[in-house]
């Protein structure tokens, strides 16, 4: 079993930043992948980004570039999702998300979930 806790959501002017922190606790090695994904609502959960722990590797999706990178914390088993010149339509609950093997897009095949933190955007 592994668990996350995000951290980090809030109430931010268009154009400003945040920064988002998942802690992950339990079983975690080999393979094992943490990513972030976002919920509007009324909207399909959507892939911000993933990260590969023992390489280091990083996938985003094609809108998140450039404006969001995803970052890890070996030492704590962290993973930040830092977030610039947010705009109105990046509001959603944002979750992290863990699994023994996969690091792609497809959020059914993460085993593990947060409990999601808000971020709203104002204009």
């Known amino acids: 079993q592994v668990q996350l806790v995000e951290s980090g959501g809030g109430l931010v002017q268009a154009g400003g930043s945040l920064r988002l922190s998942c802690a992950a606790s339990g079983r975690t090695s080999g393979g094992f992948a943490m990513g972030w994904f976002r919920q509007a609502p009324g909207k399909e959960r959507e892939f911000v980004a993933s990260?590969?722990?023992?390489?280091?590797?990083?996938y985003y999706a094609d809108s998140m570039k450039g404006r969001f990178t995803i970052s890890r914390d070996n030492a704590k088993i962290w993973v930040y999702l830092q977030m610039n010149n947010l705009q109105p339509e990046d509001t959603a609950v944002y979750y992290c998300?863990?699994?023994?093997?996969?690091?792609?897009?497809?959020?059914?095949?993460?085993?593990?979930w947060g409990q999601g933190t808000q971020v709203t955007v104002s204009s």
């Open positions: 990260i590969r722990w023992s390489s280091g590797t990083t």
């Open positions: 998300a863990a699994d023994p093997t996969y690091s792609g897009p497809y959020h059914w095949r993460y085993d593990y």
